[in-house]
């Protein structure tokens, strides 16, 4: 349907600050606007691209975990490997609304982050840095996908 | 905040008769209100004109995660210092005026966080902002070469065991704040405090005393001259380095090289150039973990003031791209991605008084 969640959004944002942003001299209502303007101008990307940009990184990071689970098993580490196999049973699941989708990529990003937090661990119980290269070169795309929905829009002044 | 109700509190505090006869909200007050006030003290024949500031915790609690009354006894403690501050006055910790958040108040110092015509394009204010960098740099260094154990910073504030421990002391301090306060999993933050690990500074340039929070829209200047360092937050005893590469632009309103070397010599210490971009670094890591702190109460829907998201929502993704940036660069490389990269909140800050 024309115009769009997006086109909307994005021209309620415009005639915010085009139209209604010159004619406020309160420094307060002001920031408010500005801080509007730049959330609206936000959920307007983030409508269009956030369900694609989770299930491409979902099976991104499924992906990422079995290699994980793998060189993790007969490591010794059985709370990482444990914590793994957790995050895999949820992002096994499809999940049915944006809510699940986002309790998904959570479950996921823990995991990722307890196994970069116990980097030492993990390198001296797989002798090397195989598992924290998988992981970084994950999260730098996911810093890659990702970028789009906060850069350039959250650059501009915040309040 | 209520007049009337303000001006009884006041009253009952102070101990005698007073009219509120100004009252307004320094901005842009994000992260703690801070309220401006004048009184007409004493009896309607013949009042005195005082100045107060109130400064108390927002609804939504503060940005960095640290106790006001930490703040309070900063401000207690540095004014039996050399160091010009603001006279704190009380701490109150549930006062009915505020609904239960704490407050302190101080006296108020006559000026202005504001340097309006700095940014000028003309030989006058490229003269003038030599002059406020000068005097910014030697403050500090009164500052930082500042005998804090005379003083009793020790008896409230972490102390660091030698210059060779307290950059390590200070990430893990931070490391374990943010595992308390973030408002998600950031494992690319982790990956980035595994760089710090990495990259720490052999040994603090010095064991100072260190603000936190400085440079321009956080001290009360009048003539151009500091009159009163303001928001001590953040205090800590550490590496001067970090408040230095943490000074809101300071070392770029003059030669920043010409700058530093007049700092190292009001302070009696050289500051390593590993440590000054390991802490422009580092003051991106803690810029993040107080704007997503700051989230918290607009996650709960205690403060829903929109700048609470695009700060500790927003802002915070951004931090976290930069902070992605850095894995694998030493430090000189990553503290340009940062300088590069990092946007100032303080863009058109506008904060009025004391």
């Known amino acids: ?159 | 905040m209520d007049p009337q109700r303000l001006e009884q509190y006041l009253a009952e505090k102070l101990g005698e008769p007073l009219r509120v006869t100004g009252l307004s909200q320094a901005f842009p007050g994000l992260s703690r209100e801070t309220w401006l006030v004048r009184v007409a003290r004493g009896s309607a024949g013949a009042p005195l004109d005082a100045g107060y500031v109130v400064r108390a915790d927002s609804p939504g609690g503060p940005f960095p995660p640290v106790p006001l009354e930490f703040e309070y006894q900063v401000y207690v403690h540095v004014a039996r210092t050399p160091v010009p501050v603001a006279r704190a006055l009380w701490y109150d910790a549930a006062p009915a005026l505020t609904d239960g958040r704490p407050l302190f108040v101080r006296e108020m110092v006559e000026g202005s966080t504001l340097l309006p015509g700095l940014g000028d394009d003309t030989e006058a204010a490229a003269a003038r902002r030599k002059r406020v960098a000068l005097e910014h740099a030697e403050k500090l260094a009164l500052l930082h070469r500042l005998d804090w154990r005379q003083y009793g910073f020790g008896a409230f504030m972490d102390v660091p065991a030698s210059v060779e421990e307290a950059p390590r002391r200070e990430l893990l301090h931070w490391w374990r704040v943010w595992e308390q306060v973030r408002t998600a999993p950031f494992p690319v933050v982790t990956e980035a405090l595994h760089w710090f690990a990495d990259h720490l500074p052999r040994r603090a340039a010095n064991l100072s005393l260190c603000k936190g929070q400085n440079g321009i829209g956080e001290e009360i200047w009048r003539d151009d001259r500091i009159v009163a360092l303001c928001d001590w937050e953040l205090a800590h005893i550490g590496d001067p380095c970090q408040d230095l590469a943490l000074s809101q632009g300071m070392l770029k309103l003059w030669d920043r090289d010409r700058l530093i070397a007049h700092y190292e010599r009001a302070a009696g210490f050289a500051l390593p150039a590993e440590n000054m971009s390991y802490y422009i670094v580092w003051n991106a890591f803690k810029s993040m973990l107080a704007l997503n702190n700051g989230l918290h109460g607009f996650l709960s829907g205690r403060y829903r003031r929109l700048a609470r998201a695009t700060l500790g929502y927003g802002k915070v993704k951004v931090y976290e791209q930069l902070l992605g940036a850095i894995v694998g660069l030493d430090v000189h490389r990553a503290a340009e991605v940062i300088m590069s990269g990092q946007p100032s909140p303080y863009h058109h800050r506008r904060v009025a008084g004391g």
Request: glycine letters at 6%.
């Open chain 1, 1 to 159: 349907m024309r115009p769009s969640n997006a086109e909307l959004l994005e021209s309620i944002a415009q005639a915010l600050e085009d139209q209604v942003g010159p004619l406020v001299q309160d420094q307060w209502a002001a920031s408010t606007l500005r801080s509007a303007v730049q959330l609206l101008r936000h959920v307007a990307i983030r409508g269009v691209r956030e369900p694609g940009l989770l299930a491409e990184d979902r099976a991104d990071v499924r992906s990422v975990l079995e290699a994980v689970r793998a060189r993790l098993a007969g490591a010794g580490l059985p709370e990482l490997e444990h914590a793994v196999t957790t995050a895999l049973g949820v992002a096994a699941r499809e999940p049915a609304d944006a809510a699940a989708a986002a309790g998904c990529d959570d479950a996921c990003q823990v995991a990722v982050e307890r196994l970069i937090a116990a980097r030492a661990a993990v390198r001296q119980a797989t002798g090397g840095v195989e598992i924290e290269t998988l992981l970084s070169a994950y999260l730098g795309r996911r810093l890659a996908r990702e970028r789009e929905l906060y850069l350039p829009v959250f650059l501009g002044p915040p309040f």
